[in-house]
């Protein structure tokens, strides 16, 4: 079948209106013809030329396989081919190739085109550049691994504040072995939990900074006090919130309050007036500690400063004399 014949023919038997839209969209788009020998593109639109940098004679007449380079993969260059061939729709993420030879994550929705006698007539496909967005995941997610390692290493030091004021506590040894039991166990499940949060965003703010301040804190409830509204923490934010509080507890037993005797935290949050979609700010508050001095090394605090700009959001840390003060705000 001539290629070019069927090109202009796809204009004549489709609205002018139609195609002028279809021609125009921001979205890029292209149509190809199961009818033709080796399925060859017959149309595509202005934002599939710019995303894809070719000229549209030098696509017309092809298989969309010229996209492909050496990092697109066999699985799915195969499910592009499953969907074709079953005649569905569907959306596969396929590395693919601008003509300069850049690659871009393409998140390519396919699916038949029917006449009204539902005869196959066309194919189509539209193109979607997800490249930023799972950079980005992939940068978050990287964040969390080195938050994660830095969290482990902290542990032994923890553990060894809590055994040390435990050991001050408690002058009988069996009710000592059981206490640190109990304490070091409260430790650890705190740890576990938090690595794999659940997903189906039903956690208050006030249930997570519980469970973790009644792990942390060696001396219990009487260390730390929580204050604010009921807030169900959004999904995209367990696992950032959960670290943070982490690593502020961790500091605070090493260097803080929860390491002293009389030492205190508080963990107010509050709404924030007037922000659209809405946010919510969270203040850390120590006191009765030791005096405390900006740290020379910031891994801990830029890990989770990172990891609380990428969710949108930000934090300042002020080292008063009567303690650390941690200010975060957050979006929902």
């Not at 502020?248 to 508080?266: D, I, P, Q």
Request: proline share 4%; net charge negative; hydrophobic share 40%.
């Amino acid at each position: 079948m001539d290629v070019t014949a069927n090109h202009v023919r796809w204009n004549l038997r489709n609205d002018r209106a139609m195609g002028e839209a279809v021609r125009h969209a921001r979205i890029p788009l292209c149509i190809s013809d199961p009818n033709a020998a080796d399925n060859p593109i017959v149309f595509v639109n202005d934002a599939f030329l710019d995303l894809t940098g070719y000229e549209e004679a030098e696509v017309i007449g092809r298989n969309c396989r010229f996209l492909q380079g050496p990092e697109t993969t066999s699985q799915s260059v195969e499910a592009v081919r499953q969907a074709i061939s079953e005649r569905r729709v569907d959306t596969v993420e396929i590395n693919n190739y601008r003509k300069d030879g850049s690659c871009f994550v393409n998140a390519l929705q396919i699916g038949p085109i029917l006449d009204d006698d539902g005869t196959l007539v066309y194919f189509f496909g539209s193109q979607l550049d997800v490249t930023e967005r799972r950079e980005e995941q992939r940068r978050v997610r990287r964040l969390a691994e080195q938050e994660l390692v830095h969290r482990l290493r902290n542990i032994v030091n923890v553990m060894s504040v809590v055994i040390r004021m435990t050991a001050r506590e408690e002058e009988d040894t069996g009710a000592y072995a059981t206490l640190i039991s109990e304490r070091l166990k409260a430790l650890s499940e705190a740890h576990f939990q938090t690595i794999s949060l659940p997903e189906d965003g039903n956690l208050t703010l006030e249930e997570l900074s519980d469970s973790i301040l009644r792990a942390y804190a060696p001396r219990g409830e009487r260390q730390f006090g929580l204050n604010g509204f009921h807030l169900v923490l959004p999904t995209q934010l367990l696992s950032c919130m959960a670290l943070t509080l982490h690593e502020l507890a961790t500091n605070s037993v090493k260097y803080g309050a929860l390491g002293a005797e009389t030492g205190r935290v508080a963990v107010d949050w509050v709404a924030v007036p007037g922000e659209g979609d809405g946010r919510f700010r969270v203040r850390w508050t120590e006191s009765g500690g030791p005096p405390v001095k900006a740290p020379e090394r910031h891994g801990g605090s830029r890990l989770i400063s990172d990891l609380i700009m990428a969710t949108g959001g930000s934090m300042d840390l002020r080292w008063e004399q009567s303690g650390l003060i941690a200010e975060m705000e957050f979006p929902l």
